[in-house]
T-cell receptor, first 109, second 116 residues
């Protein structure tokens, strides 16, 4: 059974800092991995999707990496802004899309 | 496109009542998913459909839950009878494909259910 773990559970940083969110999964037989953002009271917005054959994906200030063999992914956020405050969820797509519990990020101005 | 549309956005109902949640997926998407989100258990996949056919309902918690997809543009998740422990946010999501083709999955805004 696939298990997805996200570390840290919560993170509070001052504006402008670069930060890394971590995701680990137990079964490396995956098709892809997605990072989502969830704002309070809202649905999930897909940020980045990395295919199992890829090592990383970039979108603006976001960069996600994938090391399938070790069961790890990281989401790097450069020059964080207060608007980045949200919950970030990692989801692994094998037979099912399995989500981690998320990292609650607060960027202080 | 308007995205995945869910209704109602919020519902408060009494224990024992029937609850019906509705979803309109993005046009052209052939996969539809129902998820439930709670503080205790996070996001859980309840059921998913491919071309209107239920493929995997192993996440449906018990017989009180049922889901249908009568056509490509509409799905329902029904709870009958509802119980307080069903209180959660129910998300509908859709995508073009699943698995190896790895297309992005799009979520609706969720239906916030409270059973008192």
């Amino acid at each position: 059974k696939q298990e997805v773990t996200q570390i840290p559970a919560a993170l509070s940083v001052p504006e402008g800092e670069n930060l890394v969110l971590n995701c680990s999964f137990t079964d490396s037989a995956i098709y892809n991995l997605q990072w989502f953002r969830q704002d309070p009271g809202k649905g999930l917005t897909s940020l980045l999707l990395i295919q199992s054959s890829q090592r990383e994906q970039t979108s603006g200030r976001l960069n996600a990496s994938l090391d399938k063999s070790s069961g790890r992914s990281t989401l790097y956020i450069a020059a964080s802004q207060p608007g980045d405050s949200a919950t970030y969820l990692c989801a692994v797509n094998g037979n099912k899309l399995v989500f981690g519990a998320g990292t609650i990020l607060r960027v202080k101005s | 496109d308007a995205g995945v549309i869910q209704s109602p956005r919020h519902e408060v109902t009494e224990m024992g009542q029937e609850v019906t949640l509705r979803c309109k997926p993005i046009s052209g998407h052939d996969y539809l998913f129902w998820y439930r989100q709670t503080m205790m258990r996070g996001l859980e996949l309840l059921i998913y459909f491919n071309n209107n056919v239920p493929i995997d309902d192993s996440g449906m918690p018990e017989d009180r839950f049922s889901a249908k997809m009568p056509n490509a543009s509409f799905s329902t998740l029904k709870i009958q009878p509802s119980e307080p422990r069903d209180s959660a946010v129910y998300f509908c999501a859709s995508s073009w494909a699943r698995g190896s083709s790895g297309n992005t999955i799009y979520f609706g805004e969720g239906s916030w259910l409270t059973v008192v």
